[in-house]
């Protein structure tokens, strides 16, 4: 009792006497020394969303290491040339904005949204613009960036469509390919990495609009989707 009193008499001389209501509490300023190691996410991911995973098959680690090679690859091949981004929502938001914080060459982003599967977890094969460019393409050269590509038809789609506007180059950079899913032939240019033939969640990926922030991949418990 002794203890909590003296607590809270010391708290409010600290604040002037004023209970301030928590978006006023004091922030991290953004003028105090950087770190440049993002912090751990282990502790925050424990329990929660996490408890719906039967287990990760790429970590945030992996994902991160692996999308720096790729963005320095990238940034290798088209310097000097007039580079438009072009991230598929939604499920490419986390992998568009880490790849291009690793690439330190002049780029332009823009993004289309697409109509994915819903709430199922098989391709329609049906593809709808929800969103298009805010931008022209004609003349430029177009990376596409895809979190997953499965059967391969909303990559087919987009390159179909973006095509005829006449872009200098148009190549497809993704994070997971599922080969074994494919039903059309795509041709893509920078691949994070091989995905099994599995539903996978995680780092923009969604299971009927879940889990997309989650920092790591991994495959959904069955008893989720059945
Ligand atoms: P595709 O047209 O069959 O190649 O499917 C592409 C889209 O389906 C991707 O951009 C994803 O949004 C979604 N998708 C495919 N496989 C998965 C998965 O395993 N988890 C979550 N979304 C997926
Ligand atoms: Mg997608």
Same mark, same amino acid.
């Given at each position: 009792?002794?203890? &909590? ?37 282990? $502790?925050?991911?424990?329990?929660? %969303?996490?408890?719906? !995973?039967?287990? =990760? %098959?790429?970590? &945030? ?24 981004? =072009? ?8 992998? !568009?904005?880490?790849? =291009? ?8 982003? *823009? ?17 709808? !613009? ?7 393409? &004609? ?6 960036? $895809? ?6 038809? #909303? ?8 095509? #005829? ?8 950079? #993704? ?5 074994? &899913? ?5 041709? #893509?240019?920078?691949?994070?990495? *091989?995905?099994?033939? $599995? ?17 790591? !991949?991994? =495959?959904?418990?069955?008893? %989720?989707?059945?």
């Amino acid at each position: 009792m002794l203890a &909590a009193s003296m607590d809270t008499q010391g708290q409010s001389q600290a604040n002037g006497g004023v209970n301030r209501p928590k978006q006023q509490q004091q922030q991290p300023s953004a003028s105090e020394p950087a770190e440049m190691e993002p912090a751990s996410h282990e $502790e925050t991911w424990r329990g929660g %969303i996490s408890e719906d !995973i039967e287990r =990760v %098959i790429l970590s &945030a680690q992996q994902i991160q290491r692996r999308v720096a090679e790729l963005g320095q690859q990238i940034a290798e091949d088209y310097r000097g040339r007039d580079l438009l981004v =072009v991230g598929v929502l939604c499920g490419s938001f986390p992998f !568009i904005a880490d790849l =291009v914080r690793t690439m330190n060459l002049p780029l332009a982003i *823009d993004f289309m949204a697409v109509s994915s599967y819903g709430n199922r977890t098989s391709s329609s094969g049906v593809v709808r !613009i929800l969103k298009d460019l805010n931008s022209s393409i &004609a003349g430029r050269h177009v990376l596409l960036v $895809e979190d997953i590509v499965d059967s391969g038809q #909303t990559l087919r789609y987009l390159v179909d469509n973006l095509q #005829t506007r006449r872009p200098a180059s148009l190549e497809i950079c #993704t994070l997971l390919d599922k080969q074994e &899913a494919r039903t059309v032939d795509i041709n #893509t240019l920078y691949v994070g990495f *091989d995905c099994p033939n $599995e539903f996978v969640v995680g780092y923009g990926l969604d299971y009927a609009g879940s889990y997309r922030n989650l920092p790591y !991949i991994g =495959v959904l418990k069955p008893a %989720i989707y059945q």
